[in-house]
């Protein structure tokens, strides 16, 4: 009976001691969780800035191009590639959601970031991006589940194994005695009293026993769990770096690599740990010639003791192809025995590659300055010439007595050249300055890979500015000597009136699409006209883009109206709109040049005035305009069937 008593105390002690460690060990679990589950929403967050980041980088050219249905298209693939994305969204400056994509949350939460679109200063977009937390959650229930497990298990492993060693080492013996006793009590009747002093005694040792065994496996249990942690952390250290890192023993053969090194290699793990570093293709020279084991560097780190860094090397993959590398070869040292070897290593391919582009880049980069600086010297000379050609066409302009004052041609021609001119000049030394400093980096060897990727970013915002300029120029110089009227222009030929005014309609699409005005031309099929095309196709365009710059406010829509008809031997030509139309002093100056309602959007003022020069000179007819406010405008154009000098219409 004292046995059993004795028996349930000990059954009492294990489990209380189970329990005590069980709640230890679901505390830690918990305080894992936790942690696990912060680095997960933590590096999620950092990869949907980095995928923002990225996302805003691509966006950039479509955005100045305002190509926003490859934006579009780039939303909607980017959402359905990423499930964990629940919603995606572009948002305009105005906080309008330009494009938007969205998923299914399912009951889970989900985590807001943001990214700018920006260029030279001026937020362009905002980006938008809702993940969720689905694929986090399930993995830290799949982690709390393990821990759990892992837990009780543990828990109930080290209850047995006490309880058995307690039976082995304290019951079994204490029953024993206790036998012994009961057997010869009758005989040692006077030997009671010292009997239970020797078992007080030996109780007395086995619980100081039984205390040290719980230390010593509480002990045993939190070294294990810190060599499993700092076990875990060189691992994920190893994986994480992006240069390859492989280790040596004393004789050569490999312990361990990472992942960059196998990646890097083209090796499996298998293939290479534990076989000796000469057993593949390893370092080699750069005609793909293997080292030696007396002569390679790698080898000589633990064979001499001492590091080795090599300059530019060569190391060879499994496939045989030979790549150049920076790499370090360490000893592992043990108070002042080596143990073995680490070598870290870059395939610095890229890095070659950039330096040989950039060999080039320079050697061709002065003479690209010097072809650029004698197409601009070409591009001022004529614009001189054509500042000549302007000048006559100012005398003829005043000599006809239809046109405004010559000093008003003069500022209008001064500040509408000047200033593309002067912007593109300004574009071109700013990117010679900026191409000395870049020759000047290169020559002293301090040129960095970003410099270089912001001469480059340099040259194409130059570039385009440049040509942007030059091209407005040359269209305002193209526009200026339409003010002459040049009579020897394009030749006469017979053509039908509406099929021609319909191709000329279909090359403004790209113009007219976008607005939601709607265009009707009204002409008798058969009519046909022996004149100039060219003259009717100016006459049009000028007409629209003149309606879309001045008739409408933004967002409005309207209907563009072009009829042509014979009126005895006159061709009778009708072009109105239903604009806000014009006030009666904006009516009276609507022919003049360089007059114009809107400046401030690009307009030139010069658009009426040569319609009216190719209808009163090239046509010999007459043009007339009526417009009131809020009543729309429209212009009149009567001209001869048949045009001195020439054919006729039919």
Known sequence: MQSGSQQGRYNKAVMAFMAVLFFFMVVGDIIIARHQRNFLFSRAESQAHRDLQLMAANFLEPILKYDYDWINRFVLRWGEDHPEVARLAVIGPDGRDLITFNRDREGTRAFLVEEKVQFQGKELLTLQMEFSSGEVDGLLRKLHWQLGVASFLLTAIAGIVLWLTLRRIAIAPLEKEIGLRLETEQKLASAHHQLEERVSARTSDLEAANLLLQKEVVERHAAEDQFARLHREYELILNSAGE??????????????????????????????????????????????????????????????????????????????????????????????????????????????AEHDLLALTDTLERRVMERTARLDAANLELRETLGQLEQTQAQLVQSGKMAALGDLVAGVAHEINTPVGVGVTAASHLENKTREIVALYEEGRMKRGDLAGYFALCQDAASLIFSNLHRAAELIRSFKQVAVDQSGEGRRTFRVKAYLAEVCLSLRPVLKNTGHSLEISCPEELELNSYPGVFSQIVTNFITNSLAHAYDENAVGSLLVDVSLKGGNVLFRYSDDGKGMTEEQLNHAFDPFFTTNREKGGSGLGLHIVYNLVTQKLMGSITCESKPGKGTSFVLLFPAVIPGGGSHG
């Open 244 to 353: 390859g890192i492989y280790g040596l023993d004393t004789e050569g053969c490999i312990t361990f690599v990472n992942s960059a090194g196998l990646q890097i290699l083209g090796y499996d793990e298998a293939e290479l740990v534990g076989k000796h570093i000469h057993d593949f293709h390893h370092h080699v020279r750069w005609d793909g010639e293997m080292y030696g084991r007396e002569s390679c560097p790698v080898c000589a780190a633990y064979a001499e003791g001492r590091k080795h860094q090599g300059g530019q090397s060569y190391f060879g993959r499994k496939d045989g192809d030979v790549f150049p590398v920076d790499f370090v070869c360490t000893p592992l040292m043990e108070g002042e025995k080596v143990i073995g070897t680490v070598v870290v290593f870059e395939d610095i391919t890229v890095r070659k590659q």
